[in-house]
């Protein structure tokens, strides 16, 4: 099983934001990044944060970090239904290459 | 270059059979991964090439899978004697070392994936 733990679903209107969490188990994780899975395709990078950063800001991603409860969300402000995907949260551990993921979150957009 | 390809997309497969698969990298890409995906899960990762060199094999890569990457540039990934819970999405992935912006060090680009059924 997996060390990143992502709740399975989140259900959101249009225009609002959607949150969502991550949690991970190695303190020595240096990068934690946010990927986005779309039916059919593969997975595309949204944004990432550094471990030494508690917020990143990317248009309309937000990334908050809490290190010592190691906690990752991503927001998405003012959703679209483009933005209806399986959203996995990953880490990249110490000197490792590999990514470690969640099991995903699907984020679905009602109009 | 448009990215991390794999071929085939999709593959249908006894049990029993050996299945290959082929991933073409990004071209100035060093690195190469191999992931594993079933439904419902993240990737999981299953080996990692640095030019042509294995550097890294999960315990997740049984003795009947094998990963090459012969002159640094495409991997092959095969499984011998396919079991249906070999039945899953195979990505691969490539990254580029170097520098501390992301896309130039660790961001791995992902290819659309082998999907295999094993019957």
């Known amino acids: 099983g997996e060390d990143v733990e992502q709740s399975l679903f989140l259900s959101v209107r249009e225009g609002d934001s959607s949150v969502i969490n991550c949690t991970y188990t190695d303190s020595s994780s240096t990068y934690l990044y946010w990927y986005k899975q779309e039916p059919g395709a593969g997975l595309q990078l949204l944004t990432y944060?550094?471990?030494?950063?508690d917020m990143k800001q990317d248009q309309r991603l937000t990334v908050l970090l809490n290190k010592k409860d190691k906690h990752l969300s991503l927001r998405i402000a003012d959703t679209q239904t483009g933005d209806s995907a399986i959203y996995f949260c990953a880490e990249k551990r110490g000197r490792d290459y590999k990514l470690s993921f969640g099991a995903g979150t699907t984020v679905t957009v009602r109009a | 270059d448009t990215g991390v390809s794999q071929d085939p997309r999709h593959k249908i497969t006894k049990r029993g059979q050996n299945v290959t698969f082929r991933c073409d990298p990004i071209?100035?890409?060093?690195?190469l991964y191999w992931y594993r995906q079933t439904l419902g899960q993240g990737p999981e990762f299953l080996t990692y090439f640095q030019n042509e060199a294995q550097l890294e094999k999960s315990r997740l890569l049984s003795d009947r899978f094998s990963a090459e990457r012969p002159k640094g540039s495409f991997s092959t990934l095969e499984i011998q004697r396919t079991e249906q819970g070999d039945s899953a999405m195979y990505l691969c992935?490539?990254?580029?070392?170097?520098?501390?912006?992301?896309?130039?060090?660790?961001?791995?680009?992902f290819g659309p994936g082998t999907r295999l059924t094993v019957l």
């Open positions: 071209s100035e890409h060093n690195r």
């Open positions: 944060i550094f471990s030494n950063m």
């Open positions: 992935a490539s990254s580029f070392p170097g520098g501390r912006a992301l896309s130039s060090y660790n961001e791995q680009f």
